[in-house]
């Protein structure tokens, strides 16, 4: 039987954070920034989330009351400066504005006093939205298709009818998944957009949560703060340079570079943490008129980083060192207006190859660097399942053989670079909708499920799938795995980065400060304590993590 997305929704939602003793963080006397969160309802408040940022600065950093209500900033996050202070407390709001003037000769201490809010409605996730609204699990899958570009929020407060909703859906499918609503792309192929006959039942869904019929008629239900080690973390944020700028995957250097792909605009980019100094590497525009902007970024075992221009058709290859940018776009005869290649699969020292892929067909492409010749293989005609298929990521293993997410039903499969067979696993949840992968250095495959809500782990060794629950309404993006075997995580829905021990099945949940659209996540092993870097995709911003136990 299907398993609700929700996981019950009111079952193990308190549990979905880890809950165990604080622990001393900083020592005696370290704190430039401390003070107590209260309320009137509450007393002292556990799991608020306090930012400071200095006027002025491009970055902010946060961290998360303990259970006593206390919160405090190491001296060597905050310089010495003045500071406007807010916080992240669903249901809450501070009761009045707060700042702070830090010095390095002594701890300001400022106490922050909380009221219950009157706009709670503005301040829920979109995992909140789903867990509030009525309806059945089918139905509220298809929100999941929503997030990439806006809110549900934007849903909710619409006030269409079913009918127009018809049109409404049919437009936005129109639009490119580049787009957000200062920046909106359109598509060249119309048959990616159904015709609105075909939108009446999300239409008429859409209709009863909205505010179609008056205020909603429906509780609005709220996730719990953070608890215990959940609020032993450090969340630094560096805004970039646009505000239309979407930085979706990343990677970091030996250097600590922190290199990024602009999902909607013609640039590759490097983040130096320590000078917030940001180098734009601009793309070439191949198909002028058509949509912008680069997914996959994946360094190279020579160091070097290859990235995909999705409706562009090419694939690119940086030096970070000249910052010359080689390309390879797609052959003429597969390069029509439909193509949207997205992924590179990456071990051509093997062979001298390199994978990528067409969403709209789902055919896999190979380009032999020496003679960039392109071939063409279409493994979704051996997924003999009587259902619409797509693939999602394509991804390489040591052997530079194939792996592909089958993203609409479920599947992970495999494409020989020798034999070119192909073999299709099915994921064990049903509709797990399969999204991104990595592949660790014993060639296991672990691939996010999207609808499923957890991350599996598959074993080609024995052709056998281990599954990893993941906290209610987490919708995994993409994981990675990190030194010490805990899987790191994140989605489009709770603005909480997840932190899985493998062994205890037990799940840290990091708030962040804000609404953070979580696509990559990037695990960074170099540091002590593991640290993990993600785009805020919808607000222009990387996000480091950094938890302190």
Request: aromatic share 10%.
């Amino acid at each position: 039987m299907q398993r609700n997305f929700l996981l019950s929704a009111t079952v193990g939602l308190a549990a979905a954070l880890v809950q165990s003793a604080p622990a001393t963080v900083w020592a005696e006397g370290t704190s430039v920034l401390a003070g107590r969160v209260t309320s009137a309802a509450e007393g002292a408040m556990e799991g608020v989330v306090v930012t400071a940022r200095k006027a002025g600065a491009k970055l902010s950093v946060s961290v998360v009351s303990d259970a006593q209500g206390q919160y405090s900033f190491p001296a060597d996050r905050l310089e010495p400066g003045q500071y406007a202070i807010t916080i992240r407390a669903v249901g809450y709001e501070l009761g009045g504005k707060a700042a702070a003037d830090v010095s390095a000769a002594k701890t300001a201490t400022v106490d922050l006093k909380l009221e219950k809010t009157k706009k709670l409605a503005s301040q829920l996730t979109n995992a909140e939205w789903v867990l509030s609204m009525p309806g059945s699990e089918e139905q509220k899958s298809f929100l999941l298709n929503c997030t990439s570009c806006h809110t549900l929020e934007r849903i909710v407060r619409s006030s269409y009818n079913a009918e127009e909703w018809t049109h409404v859906i049919t437009r936005m499918q129109g639009y490119a998944a580049v787009s957000q609503p200062i920046k909106p792309q359109r598509v060249m192929d119309p048959a990616r957009a159904a015709a609105p006959e075909q939108n009446q039942r999300p239409a008429e869904y859409f209709a009863t949560i909205n505010q179609s019929q008056g205020p909603w008629q429906y509780e609005l239900k709220t996730l719990p703060r953070p608890k215990g080690r959940a609020t032993k973390v450090i969340v630094t944020e560096y805004d970039l340079l646009r505000p239309t700028t979407e930085p979706h995957d990343m990677v970091v250097d030996s250097d600590g570079m922190v290199w990024y792909s602009d999902f909607g605009e013609l640039n590759i980019s490097k983040f130096d943490p320590k000078t917030l100094k940001v180098t734009e590497y601009p793309t070439q525009e191949f198909k002028p008129g058509f949509p912008v902007g680069n997914l996959d970024l994946e360094m190279a075992k020579d160091g070097t980083l290859w990235f995909d221009t999705m409706y562009q058709a090419a694939l690119g290859n940086l030096d970070p060192k000249s910052g010359e940018i080689k390309y390879y776009p797609l052959a003429k005869e597969f390069n029509d207006f439909k193509v949207q290649m997205n992924f590179v699969g990456l071990r051509h020292d093997v062979d001298g190859k390199v994978w990528s892929k067409n969403v709209a067909t789902g055919d896999i492409f190979r380009v032999d660097l020496a003679s960039q010749q392109w071939e063409r293989f279409q493994p979704l005609k051996d997924l003999a399942n009587g259902k619409r298929n797509t693939i999602y990521q394509v991804i390489s293993d040591s052997k530079n053989n194939l792996w592909m997410a089958e993203f609409t039903n479920g599947y992970l499969g495999k494409l020989d670079a020798k034999t070119l067979k192909t073999t299709w696993y099915q994921v064990p949840t049903p509709n797990a909708r399969a999204r991104r992968m990595v592949v660790d250095e014993r060639d296991r495959v672990w691939v996010t499920e999207y609808r499923g809500n957890k991350v599996a782990m598959f074993d080609p060794a024995t052709e056998r799938f281990t599954e990893y629950q993941m906290p209610p309404l987490t919708f995994p993006y993409r994981a990675m795995v990190d030194k010490n075997g805990e899987i790191w995580t994140g989605g489009m829905s709770t603005d909480r980065v997840v932190r899985h021990d493998t062994k205890t099945g037990e799940s840290v949940e990091y708030l962040m400060p804000e609404a953070t659209n979580i696509r990559s996540v990037w695990v960074d092993n170099s540091t002590p304590r593991t640290t993990l870097w993600t785009g805020s995709n919808h607000r222009a911003a990387l996000v480091k993590v950094e938890p302190l136990d």
